[in-house]
Nanobody, 123 residues
Framework: QVQLVESGGGLVQTGGSLRLSCAAS????????MGWFRQAPGKKREFVAG??????YYADSVKGRFTISRDNAKNTVYLQMNSLKPEDTAVYYC??????????????????WGQGTQVTVSS
C-alpha cells in the first residue's frame, strides 16, 4: 500500500492555471501507474489523467488543457491544469495502481487514494 498526499488546489478564475502535486511514500514508485480522478458535487468520481512508466493518457474533457507528469526521484506526480473552466470544479484525487507495470485507467485498478484537494474555478 502506498500513502498519497495531494496539494496545490485552490480558487482560480476561468482561463487560469493550477498545478496539483501528489507525494507518494511506502513502496517503489516508478513501476506503478498513477492517476488523477475528480468528483464534482452530485456526480460520480471520474478519471482525469493517468501516467504509466511509458505513457500518459487523458479524459477527452481535459485533453490539450491538462498535463500529467511524474518525477520518480521525488516520488511525486503532478497535474498541470491550464485554461480552466467552471466545469473543472471538483475535488481532485491522486491514485496509485494496485499492480506494477501496466496502464491503469479504471477506478477499480487503483488501490491507493489521497485525501483529495478542492479545485474551484469561478466564472
Amino acid at each position: 500500500q502506498v500513502q498519497l498526499v495531494e496539494s496545490g488546489g485552490g480558487l482560480v478564475q476561468t482561463g487560469g492555471s493550477l498545478r496539483l502535486s501528489c507525494a507518494a511514500s511506502g513502496r517503489t514508485f516508478s513501476s506503478y501507474a498513477m492517476g488523477w480522478f475528480r468528483q464534482a458535487p452530485g456526480k460520480k468520481r471520474e478519471f482525469v489523467a493517468g501516467i504509466s512508466w511509458t505513457s500518459t493518457y487523458y479524459a477527452d474533457s481535459v485533453k490539450g488543457r491538462f498535463t500529467i507528469s511524474r518525477d520518480n526521484a521525488k516520488n511525486t506526480v503532478y497535474l498541470q491544469m491550464n485554461s480552466l473552466k467552471p466545469e473543472d470544479t471538483a475535488v481532485y484525487y491522486c491514485a496509485g495502481d494496485r499492480v506494477p507495470w501496466r496502464v491503469a485507467q479504471s477506478e477499480a485498478d487503483f488501490g491507493s487514494w489521497g485525501q483529495g484537494t478542492q479545485v474551484t474555478v469561478s466564472s
